[in-house]
């Protein structure tokens, strides 16, 4: 099997591996304990934290775990807006049209219990206008939330730019980076965001100054943000994984983005220049292909070539092939689309891999047309 499909989820690298193996047996404690065990849990916890704000440029105050990306986003932005819905206001939030579930999700649940929301546009090769963000904004708006980079094309998306229109007129910014970090830098300064969601285990990045409140009720836990017990294991691998792409990200991204380049290459050679490339004149993920194959629908390439793990740009809905919220967002032709297919390589990938995936997914395309 050759993986690409390295933005749905990815293989566990073995310094992270290691990193969380102690914490399958001996290291059972609760972190909220006031005993030996606990306190090992507890230190390893916090020693995690102090990684993930090193790889975001924070401190660790700044850092709250979560389950996953999806609570990290629905914290952000339901934690900040429902208090002024229970208050009696109609806050405005602002979201693109590139934006995951995990942000439309909770956006849409705001509307439905009066908020205002707007939904900025993005251009044909997937990347949103911070004019049209600048034009959306009014006196009610209480949040604007634009992801970093797309899960889907890998563009990157002009977060600091935002920031500064939306900071001119005290708006706070989240950004939704669970696809960016460990793959660009993603130091919350520079972006010039307030809130910051990543994935792993999930954590989130909450500015000095901004007020949320917690979803779930409980205990104190994350300073009261995210009660329960936590999950010591996973958010030691959370850490390791950060340290890991401190280290290694400029040298990785690098790597990669040959290898996307590669991949390409051999594939226009095979399909000739009637393949296209979505966000191909934006500045992109180092690690995501995502191309147009001429002629051929990508899911029937795909069950051609069985041993190649990738996805494709059409979403299945009441037995119809429709394009993606992302691809129709940028006007791609359902035709077009229908024959996306996205490619995501990783740390894990190799030279031969790539060489082998393109000449089974150039042989298979022959045979289909």
């Not at 819905?85 to 956006?107: D, F, M």
């Not at 970090?181 to 990543?198: A, C, I, N």
């Not at 995210?226 to 958010?235: F, H, L, S, W």
Request: net charge negative.
């Amino acid at each position: 099997m050759i993986y690409l499909d390295y933005n749905a989820t990815t293989p566990i690298a073995p310094q992270v591996r290691e990193a969380m193996l102690p914490f399958l047996a001996e290291h059972f404690g609760n972190p909220s304990s006031n005993h030996a065990f606990g306190r090992i849990a507890h230190d390893a916890m916090e020693h995690a934290r102090c990684q993930v704000a090193d790889l975001c440029g924070t401190v660790s105050e700044q850092i709250l775990f979560t389950s996953g990306g999806t609570e990290s986003n629905n914290l952000a932005i339901l934690g900040l807006l429902l208090p002024r819905v229970h208050r009696g206001e109609k806050p405005h939030l602002v979201i693109s049209a590139l934006e995951h579930p995990a942000v439309t999700a909770p956006a849409r649940y705001l509307e439905s219990l009066g908020c205002s929301l707007t939904i900025v546009p993005c251009n044909s090769q997937g990347v949103v206008n911070v004019e049209d963000v600048a034009a959306s904004l009014r006196p009610e708006t209480a949040l604007v939330s634009i992801m970093h980079a797309n899960n889907e094309i890998g563009t990157l998306q002009p977060v600091r730019r935002i920031a500064s229109v939306c900071h001119r007129r005290c708006i706070p910014v989240h950004t939704d980076a669970a696809q960016s970090v460990g793959k660009v830098p993603t130091m919350v300064d520079e972006l010039g965001v307030d809130l910051l969601s990543l994935t792993g285990v999930g954590a989130l990045f909450v500015r000095r100054g901004i007020h949320l409140e917690p979803l779930l009720r409980g205990a104190q836990q994350e300073r009261g943000l995210r009660p329960g017990t936590e999950n010591v294991m996973q958010i030691v691998a959370l850490g390791a994984a950060a340290a890991l792409a401190r280290q290694e990200m400029t040298s990785a991204s690098r790597r990669m983005a040959i290898l996307r380049d590669r991949l390409l290459t051999l594939l226009e050679l095979a399909m000739g220049f009637s393949l296209s490339v979505n966000g191909v004149n934006e500045e992109r993920l180092p690690n995501t292909l995502s191309v147009n194959i001429p002629m051929v629908p990508s899911a029937i390439l795909l069950a051609e070539c069985r041993d190649i793990c990738a996805s494709t740009g059409a979403a299945c809905h009441s037995g119809e092939n429709l394009p993606s919220q992302c691809l129709a967002a940028m006007g791609l032709d359902p035709r077009i689309a229908e024959g996306t297919l996205r490619l995501s390589v990783g740390w894990n990938t190799t030279e031969t891999e790539i060489e082998t995936a393109a000449n089974k997914m150039a042989a298979a395309w022959k045979s289909l047309c």
